[in-house]
């Protein structure tokens, strides 16, 4: 299916679709980039520094990039991240969680479980028929590569050595929150009929296990059983989430609550 819908073709259900796409995936990126900055200058080199440094800076380029679609659809970026309630966020658990203390596998199984998953939503979106998305993927898509590459750099050096333990135990307790990737959208069957992403999203997870396992098998990782992980109870896409998430919410907006800015700053770099 062509790009050739805009936000002026949208039906009331087109668009709540639409809507629902683009705020999980703006939420995600913001979240990730504004856990990710906690550990500047705490990174074990001065490259790994730079290069999270410049990861965290793609991921808010990211959401300033869905963001905008939205406000193209008429919300304010007040609305949608300042002044947001905290429960009606719809990022996964897997980003809001707070790093373990001076943990660098944390940071790295983190990147890679959402990095590796990023990367197959993007391709999804490459053939999406709105228009405005159609125009952004391509860029955020190269940078995701990028983000993925670092990370896997990182878990065969961190698996080859005496790390190796860090890294399980990371990702024990990371995967069971990655799996709320790939909750169902309330519009699912919409979005994909509709073409706004050409894969579904059952799809996208069975695709993500069978790229991730087998990877990380081969580092000398045990995978947690997708099927009979405990899985957290909050799940993020449904606005439910860890108790972590209303701090780290009330940080990133303290400054804004304190000025009363009534015009914030814009998040990110400049409309694409």
Known sequence: MAASLTPEDLDETQRAAIEELLFRMADDEYVQ??????????????ESDLALANIAQDEFGHARLWYDLLEELGHTEAELIW?????????TTLVELPFE???????????????SAERLRLESLVDTSYAPLADRVGKALSEERY????????????????????VQDALE???????????????????VENGFRTDAIDDLRVEWLET?????????????????????????????????????????????????????????RERA
């Open 147 to 166: 983000h993925l590459e670092n990370a896997q750099s990182w878990l065969d050096r961190l698996t080859d050595g005496d790390s190796l333990e860090h």
């Open 83 to 91: 002044e947001r309630p905290a429960d009606e966020f719809k990022h």
């Open 33 to 46: 980039g504004e856990r990710l900055i906690e550990w500047q200058i705490y990174a074990p080199t001065l």
């Open 212 to 268: 991730v396992i087998p990877y990380l098998e081969s580092l000398g990782l045990n995978v947690p059983d997708p099927d009979d992980a405990e899985r957290p109870t909050p799940r993020g896409r449904d606005g439910t989430h860890t108790e972590h998430w209303d701090e780290l919410a009330a940080d990133f907006r303290k400054t804004y609550n304190e000025l009363e800015a009534p015009e914030p700053a814009r998040i990110g």
């Open 101 to 115: 203390e001076g943990d660098w596998a944390d940071v790295i199984v983190r990147c890679y479980l959402f990095d």
């Open 173 to 191: 307790r990371l995967f069971p929150h990655a799996l709320s990737l790939f909750g169902e959208p309330e519009y699912e069957a919409e979005i």
